[in-house]
């Protein structure tokens, strides 16, 4: 048995995710996979990413991954980090790709116009380091993190959900964007946990323990 | 209240120590480096870059097992670089556990390693670190710990670094570095205005106001220090409530 697979496409580093979840669920089965079988056969999975969407979709596929990953969005705990959240909407500037389609939305990039916080002073993109997550509604996800606790961030692209009600959490660069959604069995966040210290470590630990119901 | 600025402890480390000198010479031992870097995040760091200062080309794996170490038990990001020639290397590192690399003398020597480990792995993960010095009226590159000049503009070079895919700049200066006699705030000012990317600023941090002016003068959006920490002159901790007095946003 497989407690929780790391869908692992080729994109970026995953050995964060999965020492950090190593460390918040000691003996459980942890493995990191491009095999359909094992992310079938998980309890839990957790789908991140790093780098270019377009890449990602195209490694996503060149590992025949798509289906899996639809298939466990839709029936287990899911969580998603990062590119990770970008991939389950329908589209993203980023080089103009579609994603996975499995909520309504988009993903658009910071207006390079509007960043300049309120003094006026210039915000840079990607936005990297620790912002607040303000929590839109409760979740056992948010269990034991403090409503504005800071997480660790680095992206230049954020989703658009069509359906304002799946946002679970929003931070400010400048402007309101969405930082975590939830529907059913998916939880995910643009942040990263695995690099959050101890809030990240007890969102893992929530995901860990959560049955998938919201 | 949003994105909070960084303070990020920077850990050299040659033959497995973690050591500290002016103007990279005089190394002294200030300790282990896994010890170190707990302790840091214990004490709020907000990330931990780690410089592999080792010559022999021997006791390179040594970091290896060190970011293994401490990316086992930190969960925070962690940067690392040193001795980075090429995308392999930038592989070995990110499977190690390392957040970001940081190039640097590689990306004069061949600016299209800092593309290929861009397209490869991503630009958030891509650091370059501009090592610059004052000549005549502007700054200028200088390479193999600050020894080598490069005739390259430091203010070019950022904005060429920033398009060719790094996702941040780490800029030190090599007249400050150790001096303990604050940051180069008008170089930090002059490539933070230059690029949209973040920029953290590095060399010369003696004291805690060096830290606030080096966000509220510099403009930079993270301040690396390394010898403040190491000797225990200042908390971590302390260094943000500083900030924080000062009106600065910082993770507490």
């Given at each position: 048995m497989i407690d929780i697979a790391v869908v692992?496409?080729?994109?970026?580093?995953?050995?964060?995710?999965?020492?950090?979840?190593?460390?918040?669920?000691?003996?459980?089965?942890?493995?990191?996979t491009?095999?359909p079988h094992e992310i079938d056969a998980a309890e839990r999975v957790v789908f991140?990413?790093?780098?270019?969407?377009?890449?990602?979709?195209?490694?996503?596929?060149?590992?025949?991954l798509r289906q899996p990953v639809i298939k466990a969005a839709a029936g287990k705990p899911f969580l998603g980090?990062?590119?990770g959240?970008?991939?389950l909407?329908?589209?993203?500037?980023?080089?103009?790709?579609?994603?996975l389609g499995i909520l309504?939305?988009?993903?658009?990039?910071?207006?390079?116009?509007?960043?300049?916080?309120?003094?006026?002073?210039?915000?840079?993109?990607?936005?990297?380091?620790?912002?607040?997550?303000?929590?839109?509604?409760?979740?056992p996800m948010?269990?034991?993190?403090?409503?504005?606790?800071?997480?660790?961030?680095?992206?230049?692209?954020?989703?658009?959900?069509?359906?304002?009600?799946i946002?679970?959490?929003?931070?400010?660069?400048?402007?309101?964007?969405?930082?975590?959604v939830a529907k059913d069995n998916i939880f995910a966040?643009?942040?990263?946990?695995?690099?959050?210290?101890?809030?990240?470590?007890?969102?893992?630990?929530?995901f860990?323990?959560w049955n998938g119901r919201a | 209240?949003?994105?909070?600025?960084?303070?990020?402890?920077?850990?050299?480390?040659?033959?497995?120590?973690?050591?500290?000198?002016?103007?990279?010479?005089?190394?002294?031992?200030?300790?282990?480096?896994?010890?170190?870097?707990?302790?840091?995040?214990?004490?709020?760091?907000?990330?931990?870059?780690?410089?592999?200062?080792?010559?022999?080309?021997?006791?390179?794996?040594?970091?290896?097992?060190?970011?293994?170490?401490?990316?086992?038990?930190?969960?925070?990001?962690?940067?690392?670089?040193?001795?980075?020639?090429?995308?392999?290397?930038?592989?070995?590192?990110?499977?190690?556990?390392?957040?970001?690399?940081?190039?640097?003398?590689?990306?004069?020597?061949?600016?299209?390693?800092?593309?290929?480990?861009?397209?490869?792995?991503?630009?958030?993960?891509?650091?370059?670190?501009?090592?610059?010095?004052?000549?005549?009226?502007?700054?200028?590159?200088?390479?193999?710990?600050?020894?080598?000049?490069?005739?390259?503009?430091?203010?070019?070079?950022?904005?060429?670094?920033?398009?060719?895919?790094?996702?941040?700049?780490?800029?030190?200066?090599?007249?400050?570095?150790?001096?303990?006699?604050?940051?180069?705030?008008?170089?930090?000012?002059?490539?933070?205005?230059?690029?949209?990317?973040?920029?953290?600023?590095?060399?010369?941090?003696?004291?805690?106001?060096?830290?606030?002016?080096?966000?509220?003068?510099?403009?930079?959006?993270?301040?690396?220090?390394?010898?403040?920490?190491?000797?225990?002159?200042?908390?971590?901790?302390?260094?943000?409530?500083?900030?924080?007095?000062?009106?600065?946003?910082?993770?507490?």
């Amino acid at each position: 048995m497989i407690d929780i697979a790391v869908v692992d496409y080729g994109m970026g580093n995953l050995r964060s995710v999965s020492k950090a979840l190593e460390h918040v669920a000691p003996g459980r089965r942890i493995v990191v996979t491009s095999d359909p079988h094992e992310i079938d056969a998980a309890e839990r999975v957790v789908f991140p990413g790093q780098g270019a969407m377009p890449d990602c979709m195209r490694e996503l596929d060149s590992r025949g991954l798509r289906q899996p990953v639809i298939k466990a969005a839709a029936g287990k705990p899911f969580l998603g980090i990062c590119i990770g959240l970008q991939l389950l909407f329908e589209h993203s500037e980023e080089g103009d790709a579609a994603g996975l389609g499995i909520l309504p939305g988009k993903v658009v990039r910071f207006e390079k116009s509007a960043m300049r916080d309120a003094t006026g002073h210039k915000l840079k993109v990607p936005h990297m380091g620790w912002n607040q997550v303000y929590q839109t509604r409760a979740h056992p996800m948010w269990q034991n993190i403090a409503d504005g606790e800071r997480f660790y961030y680095v992206h230049s692209y954020y989703v658009v959900p069509q359906h304002p009600d799946i946002v679970a959490a929003y931070s400010e660069y400048p402007e309101r964007f969405t930082s975590a959604v939830a529907k059913d069995n998916i939880f995910a966040v643009q942040f990263h946990p695995e690099k959050s210290q101890h809030a990240g470590l007890q969102l893992l630990s929530n995901f860990v323990h959560w049955n998938g119901r919201a | 209240m949003s994105l909070a600025k960084r303070i990020i402890p920077c850990l050299d480390v040659t033959d497995g120590r973690v050591v500290k000198g002016v103007n990279f010479l005089e190394l002294r031992d200030a300790g282990d480096p896994v010890e170190i870097a707990k302790r840091y995040d214990d004490q709020g760091a907000d990330e931990l870059t780690f410089l592999d200062i080792t010559a022999s080309s021997d006791n390179r794996g040594l970091i290896l097992h060190i970011i293994e170490e401490v990316a086992s038990q930190v969960f925070i990001p962690l940067t690392v670089g040193g001795g980075v020639r090429e995308v392999e290397d930038v592989r070995r590192l990110l499977n190690a556990g390392a957040d970001k690399v940081s190039i640097n003398t590689s990306a004069v020597l061949n600016p299209q390693l800092v593309a290929d480990a861009a397209a490869r792995f991503g630009s958030q993960c891509i650091v370059v670190a501009i090592d610059a010095k004052q000549v005549g009226d502007h700054w200028e590159v200088f390479t193999h710990g600050g020894r080598k000049a490069t005739g390259i503009d430091a203010v070019e070079w950022a904005r060429k670094m920033e398009a060719l895919g790094a996702g941040e700049l780490l800029v030190t200066s090599m007249d400050r570095d150790g001096t303990k006699s604050g940051f180069n705030l008008p170089l930090n000012r002059a490539i933070s205005d230059a690029v949209d990317v973040p920029i953290i600023a590095s060399g010369g941090v003696g004291n805690l106001t060096h830290l606030v002016e080096g966000v509220q003068e510099g403009g930079a959006d993270a301040v690396l220090a390394a010898s403040i920490f190491h000797y225990g002159e200042f908390t971590v901790r302390q260094a943000k409530e500083f900030m924080r007095d000062h009106g600065i946003e910082v993770r507490l």
